[in-house]
């Protein structure tokens, strides 16, 4: 008798700040995903003794590294705001270095775990990220609503919120990349919970491979 088992999925999950995507991920995960998290594997790399500040280090000069030896966020971000080439220029560092250690990341996951990258910026990111999964699923909100979020939970001031919310990907260009879409809007957390399931669910039924 041929045993089959589900076809292990490689899901790329993204979402506009404040949507809830973290949220969702970490659901996913207590119902047995293995997460790859570009965003923490990014913390890393610009923490103290993180692989990409000697890189910053030449590309930018010591002043961008902090008294503790890691990237200095706020004088990057100033950079940002009046020099344009200066993301660009960053990125370029971390981008190939976050994907190098996304892809080890992957490989501890068991042969039947579906694995969640979770990529903020995956919907800027060009064919790289989508080329890399089997289907893509995007926590979605009302911009308002994420507005409101980030400033309950970061204490931002509005015009802030509304900067990042301008340099993000716009909602519909997104929901317009998505085979699945998580609306999480006036949700409560076993709401949310219950959408997470039914999708979960659904990936289980996935072909099975012989």
Known sequence: MTVTTPARLTIGLTGGIGSGKSTVSQMLV?????????DA???????????????IARQFGDDFIDPTGAMDRVRMRELAFTDPSAMARLEAILHP??????????????PNQH?????PLLAESGRKWKDKVDRILV????????????????????????AVLAKQAQRETRRALADHIILNEGLSLP??????????ALWHQAPAVQ
């Open 30 to 38: 207590e119902l047995g995903a293995h997460l790859v998290d570009t």
């Open 41 to 55: 594997i990014s913390r890393a790399l610009t923490a103290p003794g993180g692989g990409a500040i000697p890189h």
């Open 97 to 110: 270095l976050i994907g190098l250690h996304a892809d080890q990341h992957a490989g501890l996951a068991l």
């Open 115 to 119: 694995i969640i990258y979770d990529v």
């Open 139 to 162: 926590v979605d909100c009302e911009p308002e609503t994420q507005i409101a979020r980030v400033m309950v939970r970061s204490g931002w001031p509005r015009e802030a919120v509304e």
């Open 191 to 200: 709401e949310l919970r219950q959408q997470v399931e039914q999708l979960w």
